[in-house]
């Protein structure tokens, strides 16, 4: 009977939303990098990237190249398909 009473306050305990610790990082801006502003570039062919001025440490890859594995997302990254075209814009 005990574990009947208790069952609607269990059930109200899992609609509360967890309080991160005092002191937790906050989560990172999704933008950062700012790929947003960069987004129209999709579709567009890879020689407009020749006229534009890209934020420092931007990486253009081309198909099949070598690119590191490290994840920074404050660093633009500009993805070229095989048809010459750009494929993706992104924070990585």
Do not use: H, W
């Not at 190249?65 to 990585?92: Q, S, W």
């Amino acid at each position: 009977m005990r574990a009947l009473a208790l069952l609607p306050l269990l059930a109200l305990a899992a609609c509360v939303e967890p309080v991160p610790p005092p002191g937790a990082a906050p989560l990172p801006d999704a933008d950062l990098c700012k790929a947003s502003g960069f987004q129209g570039l999709v579709g567009q062919p890879q020689s407009v990237l020749r006229t534009m001025m890209l934020p420092a440490g931007s990486r253009v890859i081309g198909p099949g190249d070598a690119v590191t594995a490290d994840f920074r997302p404050d660093r633009l990254n500009i993805e070229t398909g095989t048809d010459g075209r750009i494929a993706k814009v992104g924070c990585y």
